[in-house]
């Protein structure tokens, strides 16, 4: 639409492959014809100047061979162009051209041509000057308050000012701190420079100031030297704005008032001519160039500010007024009197499109075609809303409004793990200790129904689990292809990873553009991590997993770990894993009960897991869908809080190393900031045994930063022990209160948070806080309850009493006939009454101590039910006995 769009009044193009920035465009009567008109003076980094004068013969004409007043190869680059009074004895304008190593000042004139070709134009070489540091940009004005003429300050890429008084070099000055050149402006009304420095402070300096400084050329004296050759260099007044700026530009309203404008990456600024903050605007955009001019309305300011999307905004102040689509990225933007013409705004982009616009709509010419009356027959058209609400009615009946229908997947991915592990192993590290550390090999298959573009594939899997590549991308797919990966996935620690199962996910965009993602989850044999080991008949954590059919030969469960000394035993099978570890695995002869035993609690896990998984496949295999697993004994709560004191133990433990390290670190520098002062002085003076309490700091430094690594060595691995239980402990409560699917899920994701374990924010925190949600929804007593508000802030415990609290609670109101459900409508109604009663989740001390009596007295029923139903000792050889 052309109401959003800049009207286009002339344009061209400027050479080819040539780069502009936002110094190379000026607007001015750089040729002294006293007219009013300016003139479009343009350079570039490839050294061409040029200078335009647009006559359009009707608006959006492009620009004709007239219309280019003058062309000339400079040979340098050219940084910047400006026009001002910059020859002595003359007030006429002249041309300055910033070039790398160069000041050139030219005189622009034309000859009345007599033929039909018209006007021509030269410029003359007034005066240059060779740079001895390399400029970055320039800015001009009557400095000192001359009259008559304009003085030139340059900046050099270290951070230099030179001022030349036109024809004549005056001063250099080296700004404080300066590390990278910034942009420059000069106010007229305060005589200052206006720049932002490498910190992100706008920093102002006094002319007079820098004018009786230091010379830059005396930098490199003695340090008595430079007291004597003039006062030091102090900043008038300075103000953080806390990012970058693009650009500076100063408006003087009246002889009494004045404002910096700043342009920064993501706001712009206005301050006063003394540092403080007039106003600011948040910007949604990143701009490119911006260009402040006076307003009709009095004591307002308009800015225009180009951004990277093509758009021209138009602000009063803070208010946007109007906002244009430009056909190009503007880096520099002027308004000026072109032909006539007022108020034309001028844009340039990087690769040389210079066109002159407006603001402003065109009338539409069009209008809208008259429709045809007609009668309407109203019978009809209530037999057709008849037809149509009983349609809905119908649909409304179905199960949903649109049938379902299977949607074929664009990209099908699908993985095949070897059965077997690869012969030669593909870890970097072959051995854990006294075990060779096995490989196996993972396919990934990807079919494409249609043309896919950019896929890129991941794949992950726990640690301490790794793979020899885990990233693969695939630029473009034809229709009806498959492509296939493989890598190797192999054990890097001495410790068990919490799961064996992995995920492989794509990530791809169709034709059209829309992205999508496809998933495909896998499982690890369990011979990577585990070998065949010796059956022990002593252990210290025990689990007795009960079912409803007879019990299976281990050697049929179990084939690739059987001893070939003790093939004739069926019911007993030993595991070892890598890193020495072992697990035993008995299955009783008269009872359908199998027992898993080991001297980890943790390490219970992956067998008892695989022991079922593998008895469902079995009997899925015989036709049988009813079998089934269950756990009668005693939830193993205090070994489950061993683990998690211990994790949360280590860190503690990190947290005082981190503070350790940080006074050692205070103490350091301050030790260094001290043996500086005394090597500073002139007078030498005793160390005092500085170097010796440097030496032993850094050498406390460095064992502080060796045990923070050994200790997050071993938080991670306490952290994958404790995944490894909280995995058991779902396993046993999804089978000793016979959970569904969604009820086990709800559990995983309360025990199991997705996010990273660090000091900030641990595995301990977040556990009680999805804990204590699901105690006071669907495991509340009352309603009354469920209305308590949860806190919004997780901190970090004082200890861990609490947690171990609220899980105790958990299993508690699980065993009295709770159910898990995140529903509102199903959560916790009013009317169900749990057997015994449940106790609410403590709110104030009282409470706290109730609990505590609580969870006292489970602990002891717990410990009453182990001893009340002993298990008799069994010897490998025999089974379980009953």
Same mark, same amino acid.
């Given at each position: 639409?052309?109401?959003?769009? +800049?009207?286009?009044?002339?344009?061209?193009?400027?050479?080819?492959?040539?780069?502009?920035?936002?110094?190379?465009?000026?607007?001015?009567?750089?040729?002294?014809?006293?007219?009013?008109?300016?003139?479009?003076?343009?350079?570039?980094?490839?050294?061409?100047?040029?200078?335009?004068?647009?006559?359009?013969?009707?608006?959006?004409?492009?620009? /004709?061979?007239?219309?280019?007043?003058?062309?000339?190869?400079?040979?340098?680059?050219?940084?910047?162009?400006?026009?001002?009074?910059?020859? $002595?004895?003359?007030?006429?304008?002249?041309?300055? !051209?910033?070039?790398?190593?160069?000041?050139?000042? @030219?005189?622009? $004139?034309?000859?009345?041509?007599?033929?039909?070709?018209?006007?021509?134009?030269?410029?003359?070489?007034?005066?240059?000057?060779?740079?001895?540091?390399?400029?970055?940009?320039?800015?001009?004005?009557?400095?000192?308050?001359?009259?008559?003429?304009?003085?030139?300050?340059?900046?050099?890429? =270290?951070?230099?000012?030179?001022?030349?008084?036109?024809?004549?070099?005056?001063?250099?000055?080296?700004?404080?701190? #300066?590390?990278?050149?910034?942009?420059?402006?000069?106010?007229?009304?305060?005589?200052?420079?206006?720049?932002?420095?490498?910190?992100?402070?706008?920093?102002? @300096?006094?002319?007079?100031?820098?004018?009786?400084?230091?010379?830059?050329?005396?930098?490199?004296?003695?340090?008595?030297?430079?007291?004597?050759?003039?006062?030091?260099?102090?900043?008038?007044?300075?103000?953080?704005?806390?990012?970058?700026?693009?650009?500076?530009?100063?408006?003087?309203?009246?002889?009494?008032?004045?404002?910096?404008?700043?342009?920064?990456?993501?706001?712009?600024?206005?301050?006063?001519?003394?540092?403080?903050?007039?106003?600011?605007?948040?910007?949604?955009?990143?701009?490119?160039?911006?260009?402040?001019?006076?307003?009709?309305?009095?004591?307002?300011?308009?800015?225009?500010?180009?951004?990277?999307?093509?758009?021209?905004?138009?602000?009063?102040?803070?208010?946007? &007024?109007?906002?244009? /689509?430009?056909?190009?990225?503007?880096?520099?933007?002027?308004?000026?009197?072109?032909?006539?013409?007022?108020?034309?705004?001028?844009?340039? #982009?990087?690769?040389?499109?210079?066109?002159?616009?407006?603001?402003?709509?065109?009338?539409?010419?069009?209008?809208?075609?008259? !429709?045809?009356?007609?009668?309407?027959?109203?019978?009809?058209?209530?037999?057709?809303?008849?037809?149509?609400?009983?349609?809905?009615?119908? !649909?409304?009946?179905?199960?949903?409004?649109?049938?379902?229908?299977?949607?074929?997947?664009?990209?099908?991915?699908?993985?095949?793990?070897?059965?077997?592990?690869?012969?030669?192993?593909?870890?970097? =590290?072959?051995?854990?200790?006294?075990?060779?550390?096995?490989?196996?090999?993972?396919?990934?298959?990807?079919?494409?129904?249609?043309?896919?573009?950019?896929?890129?594939?991941?794949?992950?899997?726990?640690?301490?689990?790794?793979?020899?590549?885990?990233?693969?991308?695939?630029?473009?797919?034809?229709?009806?292809?498959?492509?296939?990966?493989?890598?190797?996935?192999?054990?890097?620690?001495?410790? !068990?990873?919490?799961?064996?199962?992995?995920?492989?996910?794509?990530?791809?965009?169709?034709?059209?553009?829309?992205?999508?993602?496809? /998933?495909?989850?896998?499982?690890?044999?369990?011979?990577?991590?585990?070998?065949?080991?010796?059956?022990?008949?002593?252990?210290?954590?025990?689990?007795?997993?009960?079912?409803?059919?007879?019990?299976?030969?281990?050697?049929?469960?179990?084939?690739?770990? +059987?001893?070939?000394?003790?093939?004739?035993? %069926?019911? %007993?099978?030993?595991?070892?894993?890598?890193?020495?570890?072992?697990?035993?695995?008995?299955?009783?002869?008269?009872?359908?009960?199998?027992?898993?035993?080991?001297?980890?609690?943790?390490?219970?896990?992956?067998?008892?897991?695989?022991?079922?998984?593998?008895?469902? =496949?079995?009997?899925?295999?015989?036709?049988?869908?009813?079998?089934?697993?269950?756990?009668?004994?005693?939830?193993?709560?205090?070994?489950?809080?061993?683990?998690?004191?211990?994790?949360?133990?280590?860190?503690?433990?990190?947290?005082?190393?981190?503070?350790?390290?940080?006074?050692?670190?205070?103490?350091?520098?301050?030790?260094?900031?001290?043996?500086?002062?005394?090597?500073?002085?002139?007078?030498?003076?005793?160390?005092?045994?500085?170097?010796?309490?440097?030496?032993?700091?850094?050498? /406390?430094?460095?064992?502080?930063?060796?045990?923070?690594?050994?200790?997050?060595?071993?938080?991670?691995?306490?952290?994958?022990?404790?995944?490894?239980?909280?995995?058991?402990?779902?396993?046993?409560?999804?089978?000793?209160?016979?959970?569904?699917?969604?009820?086990?899920?709800?559990?995983?994701?309360?025990?199991?948070?997705?996010?990273?374990?660090?000091?900030?924010?641990?595995?301990?925190?977040?556990?009680?806080?999805?804990?204590?949600?699901?105690?006071?929804?669907?495991?509340?007593?009352?309603?009354?309850?469920?209305?308590?508000?949860?806190?919004?802030?997780?901190?970090?415990?004082?200890?861990?009493?609490?947690?171990?609290?609220?899980?105790?609670?958990?299993?508690?109101?699980?065993? &009295?006939?709770?159910?898990?459900?995140?529903?509102?409508?199903?959560? +916790?109604?009013?009317?169900?009454?749990?057997?015994?009663?449940?106790?609410?989740?403590?709110? $104030?001390?009282?409470?706290?101590?109730?609990?505590?009596?609580?969870?006292?007295?489970?602990?002891?029923?717990?410990?009453?039910?182990?001893?009340?139903?002993?298990?008799?000792?069994?010897?490998?050889?025999?089974?379980? #006995?009953?």
């Amino acid at each position: 639409m052309s109401l959003f769009k +800049a009207r286009d009044w002339w344009s061209t193009v400027l050479g080819e492959k040539e780069e502009f920035d936002q110094g190379c465009l000026c607007l001015a009567d750089v040729d002294n014809t006293g007219n009013g008109q300016d003139k479009i003076i343009v350079g570039s980094f490839m050294g061409y100047l040029r200078i335009f004068n647009p006559h359009p013969v009707k608006t959006g004409d492009g620009a /004709q061979a007239e219309d280019l007043l003058l062309e000339v190869h400079l040979q340098d680059p050219i940084l910047q162009v400006e026009v001002g009074k910059f020859v $002595s004895g003359t007030e006429m304008l002249h041309l300055a !051209v910033l070039h790398s190593r160069k000041l050139c000042v @030219y005189s622009v $004139s034309g000859t009345l041509g007599n033929v039909e070709h018209g006007n021509q134009y030269q410029i003359k070489l007034m005066y240059e000057h060779n740079l001895q540091r390399t400029a970055c940009n320039m800015t001009y004005g009557s400095f000192g308050g001359v009259k008559g003429r304009d003085l030139i300050c340059i900046q050099s890429m =270290d951070g230099i000012l030179m001022v030349f008084e036109q024809e004549s070099y005056a001063f250099g000055r080296f700004l404080p701190g #300066s590390l990278l050149p910034g942009p420059l402006a000069y106010s007229s009304r305060t005589d200052s420079f206006i720049t932002v420095s490498s910190c992100r402070h706008v920093e102002s @300096y006094k002319y007079q100031v820098l004018a009786f400084a230091t010379d830059a050329d005396k930098r490199q004296e003695t340090e008595q030297q430079k007291l004597g050759s003039g006062k030091r260099l102090v900043v008038d007044w300075t103000l953080n704005i806390g990012e970058q700026a693009l650009d500076i530009s100063i408006m003087s309203f009246n002889q009494s008032a004045s404002s910096v404008f700043v342009l920064g990456e993501r706001n712009f600024f206005c301050l006063k001519d003394n540092g403080q903050i007039q106003f600011m605007k948040k910007l949604d955009y990143s701009p490119s160039c911006f260009l402040p001019y006076c307003s009709v309305s009095e004591g307002t300011v308009n800015t225009l500010i180009g951004n990277h999307h093509c758009m021209l905004h138009v602000f009063q102040d803070v208010t946007l &007024k109007w906002a244009t /689509q430009l056909p190009h990225v503007p880096v520099a933007v002027r308004v000026g009197s072109l032909h006539d013409l007022k108020g034309v705004i001028v844009t340039l #982009s990087d690769d040389g499109h210079l066109q002159c616009s407006y603001l402003g709509t065109d009338p539409s010419l069009f209008q809208a075609p008259k !429709v045809e009356s007609r009668e309407l027959n109203y019978d009809a058209l209530d037999i057709e809303l008849k037809e149509l609400q009983k349609i809905i009615r119908d !649909v409304n009946k179905s199960q949903g409004v649109w049938p379902v229908t299977e949607r074929e997947d664009d990209l099908k991915i699908s993985v095949l793990v070897s059965p077997n592990l690869d012969s030669v192993s593909q870890a970097p =590290d072959a051995e854990v200790g006294t075990d060779l550390v096995p490989s196996v090999t993972v396919k990934v298959a990807l079919q494409t129904r249609v043309a896919v573009q950019g896929a890129k594939l991941s794949v992950y899997v726990p640690l301490p689990l790794v793979l020899s590549c885990d990233r693969f991308t695939f630029e473009l797919m034809a229709p009806e292809t498959t492509r296939t990966v493989a890598f190797s996935v192999y054990l890097k620690g001495s410790f !068990v990873p919490p799961e064996l199962e992995g995920s492989a996910v794509v990530s791809y965009s169709r034709p059209t553009g829309i992205p999508r993602v496809s /998933q495909c989850k896998f499982r690890l044999p369990l011979k990577l991590v585990c070998l065949p080991g010796q059956p022990s008949k002593i252990a210290s954590h025990k689990l007795t997993v009960d079912t409803n059919k007879s019990p299976v030969s281990l050697l049929s469960l179990f084939p690739g770990f +059987a001893n070939q000394s003790e093939d004739d035993q %069926v019911n %007993v099978m030993g595991f070892r894993f890598l890193g020495g570890s072992q697990v035993t695995l008995l299955a009783s002869k008269t009872s359908q009960r199998y027992r898993i035993q080991s001297e980890q609690f943790e390490d219970l896990w992956l067998i008892t897991n695989e022991l079922i998984i593998r008895l469902q =496949d079995y009997f899925e295999k015989q036709g049988i869908k009813d079998f089934t697993c269950s756990f009668s004994g005693s939830m193993p709560l205090q070994e489950y809080f061993e683990l998690i004191d211990h994790h949360f133990e280590l860190r503690l433990n990190g947290e005082k190393l981190e503070e350790l390290l940080s006074e050692r670190a205070v103490q350091f520098r301050a030790i260094q900031r001290r043996l500086l002062t005394r090597f500073k002085d002139k007078t030498p003076a005793p160390l005092q045994h500085l170097d010796t309490l440097l030496d032993g700091t850094y050498k /406390q430094i460095i064992a502080l930063a060796d045990a923070i690594e050994e200790n997050q060595d071993s938080l991670f691995q306490s952290l994958t022990r404790l995944k490894s239980a909280t995995h058991l402990m779902i396993l046993l409560i999804g089978l000793w209160q016979k959970l569904s699917a969604d009820q086990v899920a709800i559990l995983e994701a309360a025990f199991l948070p997705l996010q990273q374990d660090t000091q900030e924010l641990g595995w301990e925190e977040t556990v009680d806080a999805a804990v204590s949600y699901l105690l006071k929804t669907c495991l509340s007593k009352s309603s009354k309850e469920q209305a308590l508000n949860l806190g919004s802030q997780l901190t970090k415990p004082k200890d861990t009493g609490r947690l171990k609290k609220h899980i105790t609670l958990l299993c508690d109101r699980l065993a &009295k006939g709770g159910r898990l459900c995140l529903s509102a409508d199903t959560a +916790a109604p009013p009317t169900m009454v749990m057997p015994g009663g449940c106790a609410p989740i403590p709110e $104030s001390d009282l409470e706290e101590r109730a609990v505590e009596q609580d969870s006292a007295e489970l602990f002891t029923s717990h410990q009453h039910l182990v001893a009340e139903t002993p298990v008799p000792e069994v010897s490998p050889l025999q089974g379980i #006995s009953e």
